[in-house]
C-alpha cells in the first residue's frame, strides 16, 4: 500500500512541477485596456503607409522563443522602406522583399487613419478599432508557465 501512496504522491509532485515550472513561448499582443494572445505561430501587420498612401504588410515568425521579421511587402520603395533584404520576385503589384531579422519586440502606434490590422492564418484583429487612435500596441514573446498557458492567461 506504502509503495501506491509513494507512486502516487510521486506523479503528482512531477506533475505540479511541469505545471509550475515548464515555460510556453506564447506572442502576446498588449494594449492599455487588454490583450491577447495568439495561437498560430505567425502573424502580419497590415498598414496605409503614410507618406506613400499604400497598403504595406510585414509578416512575423515564433521560432521557439525568438520573433523574426521574416519578410515585408510593399507597393513602392519610398520613405522607411528596407534596403537590406532579399527581393523576391513576384507578379501581384508588390514587392516582395525577404528580411529574417530577429526583434525583441513590435511596437505600433495604432491609427484608424492607416488602418493598423493584425492577421493571423484564422483572424484579422482591426487594431485601429480595438484601441483609441495614437494607442501603443505591442506584440512580444512572453514565456508562460504552463498553467497560465493551459488557461489562455496574459502576462
Given at each position: 500500500?506504502?509503495?501506491?501512496?509513494?507512486?502516487?504522491?510521486?506523479?503528482?509532485?512531477?506533475?505540479?512541477?511541469?505545471?509550475?515550472?515548464?515555460?510556453?513561448?506564447?506572442?502576446?499582443?498588449?494594449?492599455?485596456?487588454?490583450?491577447?494572445?495568439?495561437?498560430?505561430?505567425?502573424?502580419?501587420i497590415y498598414w496605409i503607409h503614410s507618406v506613400e498612401k499604400e497598403p504595406w504588410l510585414?509578416?512575423?515568425?515564433?521560432?521557439?522563443?525568438?520573433?523574426?521579421?521574416?519578410?515585408?511587402?510593399?507597393?513602392?520603395?519610398?520613405?522607411?522602406?528596407?534596403?537590406?533584404?532579399?527581393?523576391?520576385?513576384?507578379?501581384?503589384?508588390?514587392?516582395?522583399?525577404?528580411?529574417?531579422?530577429?526583434?525583441?519586440?513590435?511596437?505600433?502606434?495604432?491609427?484608424?487613419?492607416?488602418?493598423?490590422?493584425?492577421?493571423?492564418?484564422?483572424?484579422?484583429?482591426?487594431?485601429?478599432?480595438?484601441?483609441?487612435?495614437?494607442?501603443?500596441?505591442?506584440?512580444?514573446?512572453?514565456?508562460?508557465?504552463?498553467?497560465?498557458?493551459?488557461?489562455?492567461?496574459?502576462?
Amino acid at each position: 500500500m506504502n509503495n501506491k501512496f509513494f507512486i502516487f504522491g510521486s506523479t503528482v509532485l512531477i506533475v505540479l512541477l511541469l505545471f509550475l515550472l515548464v515555460r510556453i513561448p506564447v506572442i502576446n499582443v498588449s494594449y492599455d485596456d487588454g490583450g491577447f494572445q495568439l495561437t498560430e505561430d505567425s502573424f502580419e501587420i497590415y498598414w496605409i503607409h503614410s507618406v506613400e498612401k499604400e497598403p504595406w504588410l510585414e509578416t512575423y515568425e515564433k521560432k521557439g522563443d525568438r520573433l523574426i521579421l521574416a519578410k515585408t511587402r510593399f507597393k513602392t520603395f519610398g520613405a522607411g522602406t528596407p534596403s537590406d533584404g532579399e527581393i523576391i520576385p513576384s507578379n501581384d503589384g508588390f514587392v516582395h522583399m525577404k528580411i529574417d531579422r530577429e526583434v525583441e519586440g513590435v511596437e505600433l502606434i495604432v491609427s484608424k487613419n492607416v488602418e493598423t490590422t493584425l492577421i493571423t492564418e484564422s483572424r484579422e484583429y482591426h487594431l485601429f478599432e480595438l484601441v483609441e487612435d495614437y494607442e501603443n500596441v505591442s506584440i512580444r514573446i512572453n514565456k508562460l508557465p504552463l498553467w497560465q498557458y493551459l488557461r489562455g492567461e496574459i502576462s
